[in-house]
Every structure is written in structure tokens, then in C-alpha cells.
């Protein structure tokens, strides 16, 4: 038990917050005007991440780099920065951080000089062993320049034994585990890879004869290029020569797409598995009210995420549908921001009950998720006591219950985490909960579940301090 502890202190000790990054990335090859189109196109991926973005060119004999904090349309948008980025080739990111360092160093694309010439790399999503492979590493000699996981992926493909650089990054991607897309940029190529799970998005457009890596096809849309297909799960593309050549080195597994793209990451107009992110939020919305017998005068969605499936749900009850909370627009995307405090700060400056259209109504409150309508609850629940309101909380689709190790950094603190997920706290509210697909069987066996894991975990260090084990050793 004490080598247990002892083993499980270590890797707590040994885990960092810092390397968790969920972006967007763009790259396109051989066009006029490339890091122009490479802007537009994060400028439509602008909602994946707000704290800096980068490009970085090729014109076929050096590379050249821009990164910056803030938004794209605040730095890439005056024709002195753009015409450094020469080249027909570039490739770009947007960055959101979790809870990473915020510096200049950890802003993508990521360039590297290898033995088979240059690399840049934009990287989209979790490495979960980048801790280990970062060790193995530093231990063999590497040096670190940056925080961000993204490093570990070029470091393995420049100490990669293999000639050619495509043959790199097989090896390299074969070492890392997780959820990903990579868009790279070499001297001669253009290269895309999606982990071998599909747990991040990454498409391919077409633009007249040159081809488009995007993290969502809206990029593709405000460039003006053609939606050709997504990348499977495991697949690397090679394009060269307005060529593009298909790589699957991984095994086939069945793929399992994040559902946070579904229902809130992703754009409304981004097309997945075949239909835009709208119609599968309003579906969603349709599904809950079937499996729902509330009664109310209007249907409420909480913004801007819970739009589509508060119109699918008012539509197939047949309620009228209002827009009962303002948002601010220019407020940014409160999720993303890298700290709780300031997401929870944010909803306050973002969103403001309508009282007019609200007023003595009982309502169907919309929300993504449960976690963010916490925040929300705090916020307008005054509001709705003194207006006589009487809400409803309906949730589509899902219930957090910890942070995903393949996307999503959204762990909260313990006792953060209890108030999100026990409905006896929204109850003492005066709200009424549901969730798509989860009955109240399960939320109060999941809430079992968890109380029997604190228990089990009191009585084992009870039962170790009982043995004399001193836990801060």
C-alpha cells in the first residue's frame, strides 16, 4: 500500500495543468496570397481559441513566422504583417489554453530544423502521455523551449532516426497517445493527421487546384473553398504538387468524435458527419422534449450554445419560443477563458435576463451543459424570484462528471464539482432538472457513486494514519 501512494504522489507531483491545449489550425498549399487566405480562415475559427494566434509561411527557400496575443482580426489584419509572411504555402493556429502558461513561446505554429529540413507543426488537442515522453525526453538529452505538449510531437519528429520527413512523423505520431490534429508544413508538403480515435476534427478543402486543412469547413467557407471529405480517424494526408495522398499506419478502430464538438465547440455552420453542428444541437433539442412532459408559456434558450436545441424542443412541444437572456456580443466566449474565476466573471458581463418578455412566466430554461449553468443560476435567479418566474432546467445532452483527458480541460475544484452535479442543490433552487437520455435513476446513482468513493477513500487514510503512515511523507 505504502509503494502505492508512494507511486500515485509521484505522478500527482509529476502532472501539469500546463500541457492541455484545445485550438484551431488551418494550412493551405500552393496559392497566391496564402497567409492572407491562412487569417480568413483562422479569422472563421476565431471561436476556437481567443489568447494569441500565429502563421507561419514558406516561399520555397526559408520560412517565415508571425505570432501574436489577441484576436486575428486585431493582429493579422494590416498589409505590413501580412507581406512578411511571404509565400504560396502557410499554415496557422489559434490558441486556447486551459489553464497553460500564457507566453509568447507556447503561441503556435511550432517550427523546428530537422536533418530532412524544416517543419512547422499546429497542433489541435491532448497528448495524455505527454508527461512521459516529455521525462524520456529531457532524460536523453532534449531541451524545452515551451510548456505546451505540442513540443514533445516535434522533438520526436526531429530525433526520429527515419530520412524522410513523412516517415518522421509516422514515427512520431506512433509514439503519442490521445486526442489530436496536426497540420504541418514542410519544404516540400503540406501534411494533416488526425488521431487514430477521430476525437478531433480536422477536413480538407479544396481551393481551385490547391488544397485546405481546417479544423471546421466554416474556414473553408470564407475563403471560398469546396468541402471535399473529413480526415478518418488515423489517417495522415500527404499533399504535394496539388496533389493528396492517403496514409493509414494505425490499425482500424471505430471512431469516437468528441461530443463537445457537437454541442458547443464547433460553429453552427460547421458541417459533421454530413450535417452542420445546428441541426444536430436542434435534433438534440427534439430528443429531450420527447422523453419531457414539462409545461410552460415559453421555451428559453441560455446563449448563444443552447440556441438550436431550445428551438427543436419549443418547436416539437409546440411552445412559443423567446429569447429571454441578452447576451452581450462583445463579450467573448466565456468557456474558453484559460481561469474559472474569469468564466464565471464572464457570464456576468455576457448575459442579463430579458424582464419584459420573461415577467410573471414560467419557463424552459436551455442549457449545453449543467457545469456553465451553475454559473448562470447565481446570476439570475434574483431576477426570476422577484419577477414570479418559475424555471425549468432541461440540459442537452450531457452531464459532466469530471475533465476529459482527450479534450476538454473542465475538471473544477471538488466542492465546485458537487454543486454542479447535485440536483439537490438546484432543487432547493426551485428548479426542475432533465437531462437528454439520462434518467433520474442514473443522476442519483451516479451522485451515489461518487459519495461511496469519498467514503471508501476516508476510511483507507483513516485506516493508514491508524497504521502510523505519515501521508505528507
Known sequence: MKKLIKTLKKKLNNFNPKLKEECGVFGISDTKDAAALTALGLHALQHRGQEGCGIVSFDGSHYFSEKRFGLVGDNFNKE??????????????????????????????????????????????????????????????????????????VQLIARSKRKKTIDKIVDAVFQIQGGYSLVMLTQTSLIGVRDPYGIRPLVIGKLNNSYVLSSETCALDIIGAKFVREVDNGEIVLIEDNKIKSIKPFPTRKIRPCVFEYIYFSRPDSILSGKSAYEHRKNLGKELAKENDLKADIVVPVPDSGNAAALGFAQYLDINFELGLTRNHYVGRTFIEPIQKIRSLGVKLKLNANQSTIKNKKIILVSFTFALFGFLIGIVSKDFEQMSIIPSLVITPMVFLGGSLYSLDMLPEFWQMITYFNPVVYLINGLRYSFYGISDFNIWLSVGLMVLFLTICIFTVSALLKKGYNIKN
Open 80 to 153: 505590413k504583417i501580412l507581406s512578411r509572411l511571404r509565400g504560396n504555402y502557410a499554415i496557422g493556429h489559434n490558441r486556447y489554453s486551459t489553464t497553460g502558461e500564457n507566453t509568447l513561446r507556447n503561441l503556435q505554429p511550432f517550427f523546428a530544423d530537422t536533418n530532412a529540413g524544416g517543419i512547422g507543426v499546429a497542433h489541435n488537442g491532448n497528448l495524455t502521455n505527454s508527461i512521459s515522453l516529455r521525462k524520456k525526453l529531457v532524460d536523453e538529452g532534449a531541451i524545452f523551449y515551451t510548456t505546451s505538449d505540442t513540443e514533445t510531437i
